[in-house]
Structure formats: structure tokens, C-alpha cells
């Protein structure tokens, strides 16, 4: 295990290796202050929920899949989880909760019932842990998604019911950022698309649309609540049609001026989300990122430090948009360690992030502008070897984190004192 003494001298000696490309990593990790990252709750117990003790995820279009043991099984769990998530990552972060994840006492309360109340007990938590909360309403496993629709459905009693659950939602979420005095992001995402060739498009994404004026016809103020809407190319079971694809909420967010969500597992695997961050960027105040990593049909997988991770953040910090752009994780691996994907997912996308501000963009932007493309080819290869995961030591280390494999010991004791009994 490295000393403390080797970790702060290692990063001395990395600090001169960027010196001598003009990058001074001080700055870049002060600059990490402004990388809040969003934690998805649902890796914690693959998308089941609180609602019923044996809730699963069903018929919305994803699948958890494994049987890892030790998923969380109660909110005391998920909270245990979350706060040890906590202690092996440096850096801000935001709990991103569901709808189904409510506190409500083993009583049955349905989607289009649920209060304030019931997230009372996860306020009081967020303040007194430090923790912003995101929320989402769940249009899915429920009777009323079986049959592949709600915001969209032409049953309008099931499509009614899916306004009221997404309007209290955003009700809910208002309060949550009213309470915590920091801004709650609202992400819309549906389940809605056919598996077959549908001939009728046309009236799904109308309904969509009217669905969603009449969501947004409640007002909040901004300060508390920030709307946003999240598209996808396909789904398990909605193969052939997904009612709210890219176009749609793309138009929608712009027209209404709310922030749209990019899940960088929703497009087609050659396009890439950080090429995207630029274009809509010019049309919309702010985005919403859910970091994934897809791998061919699926995904949902653990973040890495890929390069589609490293483009995306590349994207924000060149644009010098990081307080434009909402960072949040999305994937649910249920076939490992659950604190070991969010751990090893978080570090992964602040990797990325501390990677791109470690790069010298002034003069790579001049190459590029005076036509050098073999010299800007060749200080982007640079950089790849250059000492960054010592400075993401070295930030570990500033906040009392456990440094590089240190983690690893550190989850599997827990799995073996905590995961492994429940
Ligand atoms: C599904 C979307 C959505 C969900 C969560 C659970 O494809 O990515 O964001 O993953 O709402
Ligand atoms: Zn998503």
C-alpha cells in the first residue's frame, strides 16, 4: 500500500511532468470542487424499490440482471449503502432517488397517492449528510405500464393516472429543493414504445406531448426545481417504436425550456454523447447527463473510463459548461458487489473528468486553429501517459479517501460484515 509520504512525493514529481506541457494540476483539482456527481439509488437494489419488501423491476423497458446477494432490502440498508459509498469516493455528491423509493411504512400507497410525507424521513437524511437529492417519477413496474404505455397510452384513465403520479412528483421535488434550499432535478423518463411495427406513431407522440403540458402546467420556482426529460432509442419489449425518442424531447425541451437528459446508452452505439454536449448546448440552459455504459443491446453496465466517458467530459470542460451540465450515473449491475459499481463507477466518471481538466486546450486550440493537426494528434496521445491517475491519488488523499486498490479491501470486508448477513 502506498505511504501517505509516497503519494504526496509522486505527485510532486507528476506536477512537473505537466509543467512541462503548461498544466498545472493544482488548478485542475481545485476545479474538481465544481464536479457534483448525482448517485443513482437504483444500483443499490436493482431498480426494486420500497413499495412493496419484495418489489422488483418489471415491464418498463430494463432489466436488472443477476443475483449478486446483499442488494438492499430496506431504506436503513440503502441509507448504510449510500454512506459507505461516501467514505471511498472524494468529491460532492447528490443522492438521485425514484418515486418508488419513498418511505412508506409498509403501507401500500399508489403512484398517483404519494406525498411529501413519504420522503420526509430522505430530506431529513440529505441535510443531515450533506447530500443534494435528484428525483425521478417511476412509470414503470406497476399494472397500469403493462401493456407498454402511460404518459402516451390512449387509455385515458391509464394515461391520467400517469399525469397525476408525474405531477406530484414534481410537486414532491420542489418541496425536497425547497427544503434543501439546492435546486432538485426532475428527470422524466417513460417506458412507452411497441415491440412490434406500430402503424400509429403519430397519436402516441401527441398524447406524449399533451401529457406533458399538462404536467408542466403547475408552476414551481426554478431554484428549487430543475424539469428535465430523457429520450431513448429502443428498449426491451418497445424494439421497434419508443414513443419519446430523441427528436421528440429534443423539440419538447427546447420549445418549453426545460433541460434535456442525455443517457449515453440510449443512442446508436457509433454516436456518441459527447459530441452531442455542444449542439444542444446552444438551444437548451442546461443539460442533465446519465453516465452509463452500454455494451451492445444493454445499457446499463458500471461506468469505466472509457473512451466515450473521457469525450464527454473533454466536451463540458472545453466548453467551459460544467455549471451547465448536471452529472448523474444511471446503470444497475446486479451481478457484483453493489457498493463496489457505485464506488468503482463514480471514480471512473471522475477520472474522466480530472483527465480532461489536466489538458492543455489553449494550445491544442491553437494547433488545431494554424492547421497543426499531426502536433495536436500527438499531445492528445501524450496525455495519455501522463501521471493523472497520481493526481486522482493525490485528490483521494486531500479528502481522506482511501487511495487506488485500497478500496477493494475496504468493500470486501464490508461485504463480509454487513452485505453478507442481510
Ligand atoms: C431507462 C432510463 C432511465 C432509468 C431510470 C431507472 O432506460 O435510462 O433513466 O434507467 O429511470
Ligand atoms: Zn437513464
Not at 473510463?305 to 444497475?332: C, P, W
Not at 468503482?344 to 481538466?357: D, M
Request: aromatic share 10%; net charge neutral.
Amino acid at each position: 500500500m502506498a505511504t501517505t509520504a509516497s503519494i504526496k512525493k509522486a505527485y510532486q514529481l507528476a506536477r512537473e511532468q505537466y509543467k512541462s506541457i503548461h498544466v498545472e494540476p493544482d488548478t485542475a483539482l481545485k476545479k474538481m470542487n465544481e464536479v457534483t456527481i448525482s448517485l443513482h439509488c437504483w444500483q443499490s437494489d436493482d431498480v426494486g424499490g420500497f413499495e412493496t419488501p419484495d418489489a422488483e423491476l418489471s415491464g418498463g423497458g430494463i432489466q436488472a440482471t443477476g443475483h449478486y446477494p446483499g442488494k438492499a432490502r430496506t431504506i436503513a440498508q440503502l441509507k448504510q449503502d449510500i454512506e459507505k459509498v461516501r467514505t471511498l469516493v472524494p468529491g460532492k455528491l447528490r443522492l438521485n432517488l425514484h418515486a418508488i423509493y419513498g418511505d412508506f411504512q409498509k403501507k401500500k400507497v399508489d403512484r398517483d397517492q404519494i406525498e411529501i410525507r413519504h420522503f420526509q424521513t430522505w430530506i431529513d437524511w440529505a441535510k443531515k449528510n450533506d447530500f443534494g437529492l435528484d428525483f425521478n417519477p417511476t412509470c414503470f413496474s406497476h399494472p397500469l405500464a403493462e401493456d407498454g404505455f402511460t404518459l402516451s397510452s390512449k387509455n385515458e384513465k391509464q394515461r391520467k393516472f400517469w399525469v397525476e403520479h408525474v405531477r406530484r412528483c414534481r410537486k414532491i421535488a420542489a418541496e425536497m429543493g425547497r427544503q434543501l434550499n439546492n435546486p432538485v432535478v426532475n428527470n422524466i423518463w417513460i417506458p412507452d414504445g411497441s415491440k412490434d411495427t406500430p402503424v400509429d406513431r403519430n397519436t402516441h407522440r401527441a398524447l406524449l406531448k399533451k401529457s406533458l403540458d399538462e404536467i408542466f402546467a403547475d408552476h414551481y420556482p426554478k431554484k428549487y426545481l430543475k424539469d428535465s426529460v430523457e429520450s431513448k432509442l429502443f428498449g426491451i419489449g418497445s424494439e421497434s417504436m419508443v414513443v419519446g425518442s430523441h427528436e421528440f424531447y429534443l423539440g419538447y425541451a427546447i420549445q418549453n425550456k426545460k433541460l434535456i437528459c442525455l443517457d449515453n446508452g440510449h443512442y446508436h452505439p457509433t454516436e456518441q454523447v459527447g459530441d452531442k454536449i455542444s449542439s444542444v448546448l446552444q438551444f437548451v440552459d442546461e443539460l442533465l447527463l446519465h453516465v452509463t455504459r452500454g455494451v451492445r443491446w444493454d445499457s446499463d453496465h458500471v461506468v469505466i473510463f472509457n473512451d466515450e466517458i473521457q469525450l464527454i467530459a473533454q466536451e463540458i470542460v472545453r466548453a467551459n459548461a460544467l455549471k451547465r451540465v448536471n452529472i448523474g450515473l444511471d446503470y444497475f449491475d446486479a451481478s457484483l458487489n453493489r457498493i463496489g459499481a457505485y464506488v468503482t463507477g463514480i471514480r471512473a466518471a471522475q477520472l474522466a473528468f480530472l483527465f480532461a481538466l489536466l489538458e492543455p486546450t489553449a494550445t491544442l486550440r491553437a494547433y488545431e486553429e494554424s492547421g497543426r493537426t499531426f502536433e495536436r494528434l500527438a499531445l492528445l496521445e501524450i496525455l495519455k501517459a501522463k501521471p493523472f491517475g497520481t493526481v486522482y491519488d493525490y485528490y483521494c488523499l486531500q479528502n481522506n479517501i482511501p487511495v487506488a486498490e485500497e478500496y477493494i479491501g475496504i468493500i470486501q470486508k464490508y461485504e463480509r460484515d454487513v452485505l453478507s448477513k442481510r
